[in-house]
Structures are given as C-alpha cells and as structure tokens.
C-alpha cells in the first residue's frame, strides 16, 4: 500500500512538472488587424487612406515564417515554420512556436513572405498548399501577401483595388524582415500580440493613390508595395509567464 502510494505521488509530481515544462516550450503569438485606430471589419467598414480615399477591404492575408527571438543575454530561440495569416481564418492569426519557451526576450524578428527556398521547392501542403489561394505557378512561386477590395477612387471594373506581392530576386524582392523591440521587463513573458495595420501599406514610405495604382500582381510596383507594408507591424502587448 505505502509503495503504491509513493508511486502516485511520483507519478502525480512527474506528470504536473512535464505538463509545465510542456506549456513553457510553446511560445504564443498572436495578430489583430486594424485599420489605422479601427479594427479591420472585412466588406463593411468603410476607411480612409492617406490621400482621403474611401474604401473597404475584402481579402487581408500574408505569410510570416522564420520566427527568432532574441533573449535580453543575446541568446536567441529559432523557429522554422512557416504560418498563412488569413483574416477571413480568426484561427491563424494565434499560434504557437514550438519548442520556444518563455523568456526575458528583447525583440522578435520575423520573415514577411516565403524565402528562397521554399519558393524553389514546387508545390507543398499546410500554410504552403497552392489550395490557399497564395501560390501563382511552379516557376514564379508563392505570393506573400494579398489585399483585396473596393475604392469609388479605382477606375477597374467594379472599383476593385487588388495587390498580390511575391516574388524572391530582383526585379521584384519582396521578401522582408520585420523586427520589432519588445519592453525590457524582469519578468517572463510567453506570449507576444502584434498589430498588422493596413492604413501603414497606404501610406509607408509611399502613399498609394488607388485612382492611378489600383492593381499589382506581378513584379511592377512590387518592391515599393512591399516596402509599405513591411512596416505595417507593431507590438500590442506582451503576456507573463504563468
């Protein structure tokens, strides 16, 4: 009886302390899209853009990968994967990075897009499935980001406005890196919520006028549009380590 008992206890001690260890290794990140101070509501809202252009939005998604976090001791925790944010999907925009535990960390810095190599590897499953709608053809790859909706300012059919940005060498390099500084704080944290603002793609560096650029899908304008929304991005908050 004393023996079994002993068992459950140890076995009862083991399970919480791996159950804890296991939430720990699972580092959280969440995105919320807005328009300038507005959430982004898609196919009703109505905005403004810089220039003072109304329009709405009816497709807002992208690709982010390669994940690192940067320790406040300079150590960094890597993540590989490569995840499909989809505002018309209220689940890809809060995942987990595996294996990355909770920690002191000073930045985080991701890939906007797919990188080379996987834009060279033909046709792939999960986030990379071409039924997602983000894959052009075998040979021009995978389109990072796609923003899709109407303008009374546009002059396409139906005052349509569309970019779909991809493309990893030149004359259209959209792949880019997006690092953001986190608060210095004593304590853990676990979980990381980011802004995407979409006024940003608008308006950063180069205002966009959808009276005269109402359309980008190949590599014209590209580059410029991905300049833009490479600095959509900002912390929202930081949660502690339970």
Same mark, same amino acid.
Not at 89 to 98: A, Q
């Given at each position: ?26 580092? @959280?990140?969440?995105? /919320?899209?807005?328009?300038g101070t /507005? ?27 390669n ?5 406040n001791?300079?150590? /960094? ?35 906007l ?27 021009t ?6 923003? /899709? ?27 880019r ?12 944290? @676990? ?36 300049d ?5 991005? @900002? ?8």
């Amino acid at each position: 009886m004393i023996h079994w008992l002993r068992f459950s206890v140890l076995a009862l001690v083991f399970f919480f302390s791996w159950n804890t260890l296991y939430s720990q290794a699972n580092f @959280s990140i969440r995105f /919320e899209h807005a328009v300038g101070t /507005e959430a982004l509501i898609l196919d009703s809202l109505q905005y403004k853009n810089v220039l003072g252009q109304n329009f709405t939005v009816s497709k807002f998604k992208y690709y982010v990968s390669n994940f690192r976090l940067k320790r406040n001791d300079g150590k /960094e925790e890597f993540s590989k994967e490569v995840f499909l944010i989809n505002e018309e999907d209220s689940g890809s925009k809060h995942f987990l990075l595996k294996d990355i535990p909770a920690g002191k960390y000073a930045s985080v810095q991701f890939t906007l897009g797919v990188d080379s190599i996987l834009n060279c590897s033909g046709v792939q499953s999960g986030a990379l499935d071409p039924v997602n709608g983000m894959f052009w053809t075998w040979n021009t790859g995978y389109i990072f980001l796609k923003l /899709e909706g109407k303008s009374p300012e546009s002059t396409a059919n139906g005052n349509i406005f569309e970019y779909h940005i991809g493309g990893y060498k030149t004359p259209a390099n959209c792949i880019r890196q997006v690092i953001l500084t986190l608060k210095e704080r004593d304590s853990e944290i @676990s979980e990381i919520s980011i802004k995407a603002d979409v006024a940003e793609i608008f308006k950063n560096t180069v205002a966009l006028d959808l009276a005269k650029l109402n359309s980008v899908t190949d590599f014209h304008n590209a580059e410029m549009v991905a300049d833009n929304y490479s600095k959509m991005f @900002s912390i929202l908050e930081e949660s502690k380590a339970k």
